[in-house]
């Protein structure tokens, strides 16, 4: 009988890991607030940054004669 190789052991390790994780997210009251918060935080930082003021052109022309 072969053994398992040290890459294959990780793999299986790795996704028990993300099953076990996925289940305490959905099936608990303290990882659905987590997810929620998650949500709420990248939301709020995709509205701030949609407020970035965009760098003009104009600044790179070198042909401007007020930039220079």
């Given at each position: 009988?072969?053994?398992?190789g ?10 028990t ?23 709420r935080?990248?939301?709020?930082t ?10 003009s052109?104009?600044r ?9």
């Open positions: 009988m072969k053994s398992l040290f890459h294959r052991t990780c793999r299986v390790a790795a996704l890991s993300a099953f076990a994780l996925a289940f305490v997210l959905v099936w608990t009251d303290s990882g659905r607030n987590v997810v929620a918060w998650v949500c935080q990248s939301a709020e995709l509205t701030d940054a949609t407020h970035i003021r965009a760098l052109l104009d790179l022309d070198p042909t401007c004669p007020q930039c220079i």
